[in-house]
């Protein structure tokens, strides 16, 4: 008996003493960074995730303010780490732009999400 | 601006979710099966064959044997069938011949994959050691290739997308995962064996698990304790989130299981012994029963806890807190 109520004591104290932690692939950086407005247009979008993520099952698309694709279509992993993905972009013009965001954690989890930045010199 | 603004999760437990999630609860029972069982025949059944009759206790006894290729072929099958309906949802496939299609793809180029067929090249390890060599030592190896078999199971949790790599999370896992399978494992054969040989002999197999049990226990208490700790999200993601629920149907159900196996440690255990023998075998042997039911119900809580998205990012203001709000936002 003393070892169940041993059991249980352990078992509260941890949950009391939670703190949070990630296993989904959130976004956790994005340059251009969420919501920031650039002066120059840049030629690629990095998104770095929370978790290791897989390119082959996992999509980003940039849309300019008419909905209409600016990237490549070429998306691909950073070489160094498998948390980033590098989205190629068209010759953009001055405007907003959003970037959505479907990825695959590599426990086979999915996420997805939108953010927008904007180009004005 | 909320940091969670456009962001969330494309999850959702519909059917197809919740079959995957039993299909892979299948899968990590049969893996605990074939483990504890094996762990079964070499641990405990050298120990009561001076008093048991031979050919009962005996490495090579058909329901032995029976229950070890039952266990392999299921285990076989469901990770099969996982792969195959893991590949479906990653490629969202409308069709079987799509998601056949991709699994190729699935094994070349996923994490998931990788440790998929890794998990069957380990099942085949012990399928053939187990079908080729019948002495002890064969066992043993099997016994090892089963283990590995079920450790590669923390590969597809939570712990190993949180942080690839080694990490004290997925230690953790790793031992969770092999005292589950020694302990839960070990049950069905107990109860076969329990009911089979004659009731001196039982009751000695009976005394000789409960300290290989009561171990495991505290493996597992510990180690869930660390987990529920880490990927829960405290009181709060425990009781308004699907994760924190579903751990707690889990933890219920662990409980439950404790119960029984201290009635039998304690009560239908000693009874043996007594004057009431032939009885106190008949409630064991059910006790035994409900015990592996329970196991096996909490094996398959278990992949639908694996399958839900972790409290803390379900409790969003708990997940605002952890984000790191300098390096998203100008």
Known sequence: MGGLIGIFAVMAFCWFAAEAALAHAFLESAQPRVGDTVKSSPSQILLTFTEDVEPAFSKVVVRDANGARVDTGQMHPAPDSAKELIVPLKPISPGTYRVEWHVTSIDTHKTEGSYTFTVAP | ?330
């Open chain 2, 1 to 330: 601006m909320n940091a969670m603004a456009g962001a969330a999760l494309a999850f959702d437990l519909g059917p197809r979710a919740l079959i995957i999630a039993l299909v892979r609860g299948m899968s990590v029972a049969a893996a605990f099966s074939l483990l504890g069982t094996l762990v079964f025949a070499i641990v405990l059944l050298p120990m009561i064959m001076p008093t048991a009759p031979a050919p009962v206790a005996d490495l090579h006894h058909p329901v032995l044997r029976r229950l070890l290729w039952i266990s392999i072929s299921v285990s076989g099958s469901a990770l099969l069938a996982w792969l195959v309906l893991e590949a479906a949802d990653l490629a969202e496939a409308e069709s079987i011949g799509q998601a056949f299609a991709t699994v190729p793809k699935v094994l070349l180029v996923t994490v998931f994959g990788h440790v998929i067929a890794l998990q069957l090249l380990m099942l085949a390890a012990a399928t053939l050691i187990l079908a080729g060599l019948r002495q002890r030592w064969g066992y043993i190896l099997a016994a090892a290739f089963a283990a590995i078999l079920v450790a590669l199971e923390a590969g597809h949790t939570h712990a190993l997308a949180m942080h690839f790599g080694p990490s004290f999370l997925l230690a953790s896992q790793v031992a969770h995962l092999l005292a589950g399978a020694v302990w839960l494992g070990g049950l069905l054969p107990l109860l076969l064996f329990v009911h089979a040989l004659p009731v001196y002999s039982g009751a000695k197999l009976a005394w000789r698990f409960s300290p290989i049990g009561a171990g495991c226990v505290l493996a597992l208490a510990t180690t869930a304790s660390y987990q529920g700790w880490v990927l829960v999200g405290g009181l709060r993601g425990l009781s308004t989130t699907a994760y924190g629920l579903m751990a707690l149907v889990k933890i219920s159900l662990f409980f439950a299981l404790l119960c029984f196996a201290a009635i039998n440690r304690f009560y239908f255990t000693p009874a043996l012994s007594g004057g009431r023998a032939e009885i106190a075998k008949s409630r064991i042997v059910f006790s035994i029963g409900v015990e592996a039911g329970l196991g096996l119900c909490i094996v398959l809580a278990a992949g639908v806890l694996s399958t839900l998205p972790p409290g803390m990012h379900m409790n969003m203001e708990m997940f605002r807190e952890s984000v790191r709000y300098a390096r998203l936002f100008p």
